[in-house]
């Protein structure tokens, strides 16, 4: 297996091409898929998506909501959440990979012509440092993504910045159970495929909350089960180590009014 710098450069730079390689084939949103499942297409987009949840069903989300979605890839959960805010609101979707953004920007014109709504926008950036104004969106959402960024807990204190004052944060992402083995932990593929790089849990809540965000509630947790994932070429060969080691979670936290 191959080690992996920490310099977090170096960790932009192996997912970047890792998906900007799965937007070239417009096969799925990861490179590989043990933190998401199978591979699935939005039928009306033609988007592309692997996930680990689905924080748009629990952001009760609502007409003239400003959403910003971390991570976005080719845009699924954007095009979902655009649907509810309708005309009056608005979706915004960072991600860093070149690629992805132009597949999402080709199906944003699709989600347009099929819907006659104009209101999703997908901008270039990192989640650690995000070209938003502060206080500037009503609801922050992530789907599996943030356990792929080398500084997690700036990801959560830029989320915070630009939500405004009564603001939430939906997110389901993954979360270490156990320690994992060092050849493991050190291997590129199992950090593209968002387990070697996720926190451990009590760790990853505490970055929320060291962040500012308040009354955090577990709206889902499932563990990861190496048996339903046998189909991964990633994650296939080291199953049995894996088995138990990481769970599926959807966060919910708010911002204070202040």
């Known amino acids: 297996m191959t ?11 192996m997912v970047r ?10 096969s799925s949103c990861c490179p590989g898929s043990s933190c998401c499942g199978s591979p699935t297409r939005a039928a009306s987009e033609g988007d592309i998506g692997l996930s680990c949840g689905d924080p748009v069903a ?6 003239g ?3 910003l979605d971390l ?3 080719a845009g699924k959960d954007v095009f979902l959440a655009a649907r509810l805010t309708g005309a009056s609101g608005r979706v915004i979707g960072v991600d860093m990979t070149g690629e992805m953004l ?8 699709e989600f347009k012509r099929t819907t006659g709504l104009a209101n999703v926008e997908f901008r270039q950036g990192q989640i650690e440092a995000l070209p938003l104004k502060d206080a500037s969106v009503d609801i922050v959402i992530s789907n599996c993504v943030i356990n792929l960024s080398p500084d997690k807990p700036k990801v959560f204190r830029e989320a915070f910045r630009v939500l405004k004052p009564g603001g939430r944060l939906v997110v389901s992402d993954i979360v270490l159970e156990k320690t994992l083995p060092p050849k493991l932990k050190a291997d590129k593929g199992l950090y ?3 387990i070697s790089g996720a926190l451990p849990r009590k760790d990853y809540l505490k970055a929320v909350r060291d962040a500012g965000f308040e009354k955090l509630q577990l709206l889902a947790d499932r563990a990861y089960k190496a048996s339903g994932v046998q189909w991964d070429p990633i994650t296939r060969e080291t199953g049995s180590a894996l ?7 959807t966060l919910l936290a708010f911002k204070s009014h202040g």
Do not use: W
């Open 243 to 249: 088995d138990g080691a990481a769970s599926s979670i």
């Open 58 to 63: 629990f952001s009760r989300i609502k007409p």
């Open 71 to 73: 991570g976005s890839g």
């Open 192 to 194: 593209a495929a968002c």
């Open 17 to 26: 091409k890792a998906y900007g390689e799965a937007a070239k084939k417009q």
């Open 102 to 109: 132009a597949l999402a920007r080709r199906n944003a014109e």
């Open 65 to 67: 909501d400003i959403v």
């Open 3 to 13: 080690r992996t710098r920490k310099h977090p450069a170096d960790v932009h730079s």
